[in-house]
């Protein structure tokens, strides 16, 4: 298999989705990263690559397919924004731009697939939402529609949140839904349970102690409110328990799990996590935790916060470029079945070859 991950970073903070704003994007675009893009010559926007459906296999065990992917102009470049696994459906939301910067050419893609790499849609997300409203996050909900959760400022600076729903196919679903949230309240990720509620968080700053969760009903009604603690934005979903991170005690302290448990409408028990998070971030795949860091993927064992290694990178030819950092590298349905994401620049001419793979061992 021919990939080049990018920069995976040792110390990454714990999140399990990595949410830009589009101010954020635009900024890590100028100033932080050189140009990439899904790159095909003579090729209209929006077009899918289509693969050979080849299947290699890798020296450690693994069957590696290379799935289709978006195709851009070659005036037109793009970057892997974020990964959302749910369910039985993979959302990879894409930023595609093009140079000078300019809001009238910019897309957000969204490709969805299915557990066995098929590609089920790709849906160009901000010509759908609009070009007033900025992008903050996506999510999968049980039925494996997409949801879209947008925001806008009216002329008299009120900012507004507004959820899309989008199936498999990317048409439209109704009407959007407006969610209120109190004041100055900027939630940057959600999750959608099994039940259909609605769970937001802001993001973290270090400068505040603390933070809620926000959880809604599938219709857009505020349920509840969690009492403030020091959760670090995180979200993540493991059957129909939805979980958020705790930093007690602040940049210092130990890193926990914590269970939002609906009935009390406040967090559980928490689970310590701080010694399989020292040398990395967790993830939430279908099955189980999972570590992710500099080395490779490793299961984890909450009761024992034992980890076992799954993959790692050496025994591939995965080549960890270490001046670029892109959208989690991967998104582990189990240890039998992994979904890679990779960058490769040219260097000729600054484009990159996005591709997405599918590995897979009996």
């Not at 209209?44 to 590696?64: L, Q, R």
């Not at 529609?145 to 009120?158: P, Q, S």
């Amino acid at each position: 298999m021919q990939h080049r991950l990018v920069k995976i970073l040792s110390a990454w903070a714990e999140k399990s989705k990595w949410i830009l704003d589009a101010v954020c994007i635009l900024f890590c675009l100028m100033m932080l990263v050189p140009i990439a893009g899904c790159f095909a010559k003579n090729s209209k926007p929006g077009e899918v690559i289509k693969t050979d459906e080849s299947i290699e296999t890798a020296s450690n065990g693994y069957s590696v397919k290379n799935l289709d992917f978006c195709k851009v102009s070659d005036n037109e470049t793009c970057r892997l924004l974020s990964n959302d696994l749910a369910y039985n459906t993979i959302a990879i939301r894409v930023f595609i731009y093009r140079l000078p910067l300019s809001e009238n050419v910019n897309k957000e893609i969204v490709l969805l697939y299915d557990l066995e790499g098929k590609l089920l849609s790709q849906i160009d997300v901000h010509d759908a939402v609009g070009s007033d409203k900025i992008i903050v996050d996506t999510a999968i909900d049980a039925s494996g529609n997409l949801a879209v959760f947008a925001r806008t400022k009216d002329d008299d600076k009120v900012v507004h949140h507004y959820l899309y729903s989008f199936d498999s196919e990317g048409n439209l679903a109704g009407d959007p839904i407006e969610l209120t949230f109190g004041e100055s309240i900027l939630p940057m990720s959600f999750i959608i349970g099994a039940d259909g509620k609605m769970y937001f968080s802001e993001m973290f700053y270090s400068s505040r102690k603390t933070g809620p969760i926000y959880v809604f009903d599938s219709k857009g009604n505020m349920l509840f409110v969690t009492s403030e603690t020091h959760v670090t934005g995180n979200l993540y979903q493991m059957g129909d328990m939805i979980y958020t991170g705790d930093k007690t005690g602040g940049a210092g302290g130990s890193a926990k799990l914590l269970p939002i448990d609906t009935e009390s409408q406040n967090f559980g028990d928490s689970i310590d996590i701080s010694k399989v998070t020292s040398s990395g971030a967790i993830y939430a795949g279908s099955d189980g935790f999972y570590l992710m860091n500099i080395e490779g993927i490793y299961a984890i064992n909450l009761d024992s916060e034992d980890s076992k290694e799954v993959i790692l990178w050496k025994d591939t030819d995965l080549d960890l470029n270490s001046k670029m950092y892109d959208a989690n590298p991967a998104a582990v349905i189990s240890s039998d079945k992994i979904f890679l994401f990779s960058s490769t620049t040219t260097g000729v001419d600054g484009a990159t070859a996005v591709t997405v793979s599918l590995l897979t061992r009996e």
